[in-house]
T-cell receptor
Framework: DAGVIQSPRHEVTEMGQEVTLRCKPI?????LFWYRQTMMRGLELLIY????????DSGMPEDRFSAKMPNASFSTLKIQPSEPRDSAVYFC?????????????FGPGTRLTVL | QQQVKQSPQSLIVQKGGISIINCAYE??????FPWYQQFPGKGPALLIA?????SEKKEGRFTISFNKSAKQFSLHIMDSQPGDSATYFC????????????FGTGTKLQVIP
């Protein structure tokens, strides 16, 4: 398996533009998480889905952020309009339960820069 | 009540030394405590995890010590190597429900030769 796939890996955009980040979870994983990581705030959970259904979006900073999971193999995080303070690394992770571990597998992240 | 507090923020250890990172939690519903390791430019990856039915778990040079009554747990890295230089996150979750994981703020470890 290729692991969690995120695209793009880097995104540079101007303030006010729409940004769409994409994630393909590992096949068979039924939970998906979007995180944001910054130096100031560390790793923040934005939203998580279970079986494609959004369960907790309390971490989404404001209405400019939205996330969808139309099927088990694809999710998007959209920012519209983007602002400089949205600059961060955005990670997608999917989860599998084993007999002992509940392991989240993280993607490589998308580094977003909003100018 | 959902917080996981982690210390220190940064740590410098000499090669061969012991690295110790501490975490504390408040939510008694947490019953799964993983540690994640993150190298620059990469996503975090699961390193080791423990459940509260044991007080210690060891995998190679990495050991988690768990104190249920104090609601504290720690990661020990024995014989620290330069390749261990990374950011380490402790985390906690309740395995019932929807697997939401609460992460600590991270510790940046530097192992110097």
């Amino acid at each position: 398996d290729a692991g969690v796939i995120q695209s793009p890996r880097h995104e540079v955009t101007e303030m006010g533009q729409e940004v769409t980040l994409r994630c393909k979870p590992i096949s068979g994983h039924n939970s998906l998480f979007w995180y944001r990581q910054t130096m100031m705030r560390g790793l923040e959970l934005l939203i998580y889905f279970n079986n494609n259904v959004p369960i907790d979006d309390s971490g989404m900073p404001e209405d400019r952020f939205s996330a969808k999971m139309p099927n088990a193999s694809f999710s998007t995080l959209k920012i519209q309009p983007s602002e400089p303070r949205d600059s961060a690394v955005y990670f997608c992770a999917s989860l599998i339960r084993t007999s002992y571990y509940n392991e989240q597998f993280f993607g490589p992240g998308t580094r977003l820069t909003v100018l | 009540q959902q917080q996981v507090k982690q210390s220190p923020q940064s740590l410098i250890v000499q090669k061969g030394g012991i690295s110790i990172i501490n975490c504390a939690y408040e939510n008694t519903a947490f019953d799964y405590f993983p540690w994640y390791q993150q190298f620059p430019g990469k996503g975090p990856a699961l390193l080791i995890a423990i459940r509260p039915d044991v007080s210690e778990k060891k995998e190679g040079r990495f050991t988690i010590s768990f104190n249920k009554s104090a609601k504290q747990f720690s990661l020990h890295i024995m014989d620290s190597q330069p390749g261990d230089s990374a950011t380490y996150f402790c985390a906690a979750s309740s395995t019932g429900g929807y697997q939401k994981v609460t992460f600590g703020t991270g510790t940046k470890l530097q192992v110097i030769p």
